[in-house]
């Protein structure tokens, strides 16, 4: 039930722009499709038209910064997912589920409440943030490494254990800070969220994106053997710990950056890949860019579920992803073959 | 001129010994068995000739050049290896694996040429896999993954293969099948085998460990003597000769 990858590409990206012109058209004042495709030509090309001041700030300034970065977010932590999966060997593995997310959230914290890493201007939280998923990254692979192999689930376990403990430290940093103001807007962004979304936000983040997928979709045939085994790899060419250390690092910049601008969004690197797997096979170079893709249009509907759908509240969008995300983990859990000798 | 030359080769894990001072080599074109008990140190010498165990003294020179200086990369292009790794959770296509072989042939930017996708249905053609290309590779049996990973050993185009058990899983049939095939390929080969009678029909020459130790090197019937059969495996045997072809018989010491 494969989708040729010359179909299924240009599809993805008339449905993303799709979905990116129909988010913004969606809120508490409806506007038309012709309305935003026109505010936007009209911004970047420096004309002016027929339509309210209200009406140009609604698009331009609030909701179109959102849902790109939602398509984004979406797409890089798709993407996360697959080659975190892919470097641990597990299809459980997702930044949320390993921890990674609480780490980088850890070092965006200390950064905010401690005022860190000034000399980086806006881009110390994403810094600090690459810092601590770093360094998470690594203590749970460490953990789950027993004895030169790699075991499944000593890595979830490892992954659920680090995740609560940098949570609560998370926590711990943002309750004893002087800093009043830190405490409510970590306390909206621990759950993810992608409110208050400038222009500004989204260079960093797009330009890590379009980086990071790159080097890995090039990666693609290295990929595929390291998800045969590791010693496999190294018999068809590929220098494994040299491939891994630059994993991490990539895989941990773009966790870091998607987690600073938006906070730890859950899940969306698990269900993304298993579904993408599902259309197109194991292959990464097919994978990554239809990940990148689904990813960014998956999340912007689930940013305009949570506007949306207890309106006037807005609902953070990490409790949307949760919400669909547990059960699916849970349903991949038991339909997993996990076989005794993996999990002994 | 030899192809492959093990020279004081030893190996260890966590201070036990696995592999003692073996010296060995292969010409180009033989297809040297290794044969030895459980635990004699076949898999251990083999993994540290397709370069995953360092050893801890002697040096491995393939084609001239020391395996554990060159690249990954380099070394993939002229050794390929057939071991016994089981794949986790992810599946992918026979012919997805198989073209895994062309991995060091490739750089950055290379896509998959036609040239590439008719070396894998030939490859697949030498296993007699072709009709299987487009199924999931978890979903064939033991014996067709084994020829699957074969195909994908032949994809590399080496000049070197490494073999360890291939015939496990596999039935009478296709083991016969299998090391008729490597005998006809021509390509220089060292294999791990279990089974005596087998190796002492295909290999050009066998080497004996025994604990980590190379106790016997020459040819099946030089090698596969009663006496050294009974010592290295501890069992009584009987060497004959049945149409021109060594035949072993074995049966438990009395005790």
Not at chain 2, 147 to 162: G, I, S
């Amino acid at each position: 039930m494969r989708i040729p990858l010359a179909l299924l590409l240009p599809g993805l990206a008339a449905a993303l722009a799709l979905s990116v012109t129909l988010a913004v058209t969606i809120g508490p004042v409806n506007l038309s499709m012709l309305t935003v495709w026109n505010i936007a030509w009209a911004k970047l090309s420096g004309s002016t038209g027929m339509w309210s001041a209200a009406e140009e700030n609604i698009v331009w300034m609030l909701r179109l910064p959102r849902v790109l970065l939602a398509a984004l977010v979406g797409g890089g932590l798709a993407v996360v997912g697959v080659a975190m999966q892919a470097v641990v060997r597990n299809p459980l593995a997702d930044p949320y589920v390993l921890g990674v997310s609480s780490g980088a959230s850890v070092g965006a914290v200390l950064v905010l409440g401690g005022g860190w890493l000034g000399f980086l201007g806006i881009y110390a939280v994403s810094a600090g943030a690459f810092a601590g998923a770093v360094v998470s990254f690594v203590l749970v692979f460490l953990i789950a490494v027993a004895g030169g192999r790699l075991w499944p689930l000593r890595l979830v376990l490892a992954g659920m254990a680090c995740g609560y403990s940098l949570s609560g430290l998370t926590s711990l940093i943002v309750l004893t800070s002087e800093n009043r103001e830190l405490a409510r807007t970590a306390m909206e962004w621990m759950l993810g969220s992608l409110g208050g979304t400038a222009w500004s936000d989204l260079g960093l983040p797009a330009a890590v994106l379009v980086m990071g997928t790159g080097y890995l979709a090039l990666s693609g045939r290295k990929l595929n053997a390291l998800l045969v085994g590791d010693e496999t790899a190294a018999t068809l060419g590929v220098d494994v710990g040299r491939l891994r250390l630059r994993l991490f690092i990539v895989l941990s910049l773009l966790t870091g950056v998607m987690v600073a601008v938006s906070g730890a969004i859950g899940f969306v690197g698990l269900v993304i890949p298993h579904v993408v797997r599902m259309l197109v096979g194991t292959d990464h170079r097919r994978v990554l860019p239809v990940a990148a893709l689904l990813g960014g249009v998956f999340l912007i509907w689930v940013d305009v579920a949570a506007r949306m759908s207890f309106a006037p509240i807005e609902l953070p969008v990490g409790v949307i992803t949760a919400l669909l995300g547990g059960p699916f983990f849970i349903w991949m859990l038991a339909t997993q073959r996990w076989r005794s000798k993996d999990t002994a | 001129m030899s192809q492959l030359i093990v020279d004081g080769v030893s190996v260890e894990i966590e201070g036990r010994r696995l592999v003692d001072q073996v010296l060995l080599d292969v010409a180009p074109g033989q297809f040297v068995g290794l044969v030895g008990p459980n635990g004699s140190g076949k898999s251990s010498l083999l993994r540290a000739i397709y370069r995953v165990l360092k050893p801890s003294a002697g040096r491995i020179v393939h084609l001239g050049d020391e395996v554990w200086k060159v690249s990954a990369r380099q070394a993939a292009r002229r050794m390929a290896v057939v071991a016994q790794e089981r794949m986790g959770e992810f599946d992918f296509t026979v012919d997805e694996i198989v073209m895994m072989g062309r991995t060091p042939h490739k750089r950055l930017l290379d896509t998959d040429t036609a040239a590439d996708h008719e070396l894998v249905e030939r490859c697949l053609g030498q296993v007699a896999m072709r009709h299987c290309a487009g199924r999931l590779f978890q979903s064939l049996s033991g014996g067709e993954k084994q020829r699957v990973l074969v195909a994908r050993a032949l994809a590399q185009q080496p000049e070197f293969l490494v073999l360890d058990e291939p015939t496990n899983h596999l039935d009478i049939r296709h083991q016969l099948e299998l090391l008729e095939l490597i005998g006809r390929l021509g390509t220089t080969t060292l294999a791990a085998l279990h089974d005596l009678n087998l190796a002492a029909r295909y290999c050009d020459r066998l080497a004996m460990l025994c604990e980590g130790r190379l106790v016997a090197a020459g040819t099946p019937a030089e090698v596969l003597t009663a006496e050294r059969i009974s010592a290295v495996y501890g069992v009584e045997a009987t060497v004959g000769e049945a149409n021109g072809l060594l035949r072993i018989d074995f049966r438990l010491k009395q005790q």
